[in-house]
């Protein structure tokens, strides 16, 4: 039986928000993906594994806003899913939101556009930044999933969960969200994602609602990207 089954939890609401790029960032975005895609190497006609999640790794961090180089400096094409992510802040009035981001870069800007708000921002480290989430003395709490899935109870510190970063793992993403959905949980939870509208992240939401057959969907979703934007190539250049 599943924890739900036999237990009185609240209902969980699962909230899309759509990011749409400015024109500048649109554009930024685009020539990016389409010089990424342009460069990726094929065996004998066919992307291999790990061409494959390299590119969706960077698709996914464009999506984001910022990309890595190879040298590992930061940077920034766009801040509009930041914006849409300050705008949901804002929306919420002051009640507590247990943010999950994807890449260490995420995390830099989170902090940087949330220091002048005034709300009291953490990082989730250490037992004590849990009690004082369940305290009700945090108002945005950012975590990466990979480090927070299993093992926390937070459901106590409030009832609002931010996807700023999406993650291809169903059972990490269902387990991350447990941290909030559990028993104990006195309130509706609600479960936000940003996905930046034509980009990478609408894969990632399909895959997630699918649950089932993700790695062929990564792979079957990634060419159907790359045959997009192959064909808009040569129509361009022909």
Same mark, same amino acid.
Request: net charge negative; hydrophobic share 35%.
């Given at each position: 039986m599943k924890a739900e089954d036999y237990l009185q939890l609240p209902d969980v609401i699962y909230h899309e928000i759509p990011v749409e790029l400015d024109t500048k960032s649109r554009k930024?975005?685009?020539?990016?993906?389409?010089?990424?895609?342009?460069?990726?190497?094929?065996?004998?006609?066919?992307?291999?594994?790990?061409?494959?999640? %390299?590119?969706?790794?960077? +698709?996914? =961090?464009?999506? !984001?806003g910022a990309v890595y180089d190879e040298d590992r400096r930061v940077h920034e094409v766009h801040g509009c899913k930041v914006e849409a992510f300050m705008e949901l802040i804002e929306s919420l009035q002051g009640k507590p939101a247990l943010v999950f981001y994807?890449?260490?870069?995420?995390?830099?800007?989170?902090?940087?556009?949330?220091?002048?708000?005034?709300l009291r921002i953490r990082e989730l480290r250490t037992p004590q930044d849990e009690d004082d989430w369940n305290a009700r003395k945090i108002d945005v709490l950012l975590t990466h999933p990979?480090?927070? %899935?299993?093992?926390?109870? +937070?459901? =106590?510190?409030? !009832?609002?969960?931010?996807?700023?970063?999406l993650t291809w793992n169903y059972e990490l993403y269902t387990q991350a969200n447990k941290r909030l959905h559990r028993q104990?949980?006195?309130?509706?939870?609600?479960?936000?994602?940003?996905?930046?509208?034509?980009?990478?992240?609408?894969?990632?939401?399909?895959?997630?609602?699918?649950?089932?057959?993700?790695?062929?969907?990564?792979?079957?979703?990634?060419?159907?990207?790359?045959?997009?934007?192959?064909?808009?190539?040569?129509?361009?250049?022909?």
């Open positions: 930024a975005y685009f020539e990016l993906e389409r010089q990424m895609v342009m460069e990726l190497p094929e065996e004998d006609g066919q992307i291999s594994a790990t061409s494959a999640a %390299a590119l969706s790794n960077k +698709l996914l =961090q464009l999506a !984001n994807n890449y260490q870069h995420d995390r830099t800007r989170l902090q940087e556009a949330l220091k002048r708000t005034g990979a480090s927070s %899935a299993y093992g926390l109870n +937070l459901q =106590q510190g409030g !009832n609002h969960v931010i996807w700023f970063g104990g949980q006195q309130e509706k939870v609600i479960i936000h994602h940003l996905v930046c509208s034509g980009t990478r992240d609408e894969d990632v939401m399909q895959a997630l609602q699918r649950k089932e057959d993700v790695q062929d969907w990564v792979m079957e979703s990634l060419k159907a990207r790359i045959r997009r934007i192959k064909d808009g190539d040569r129509v361009l250049h022909p």
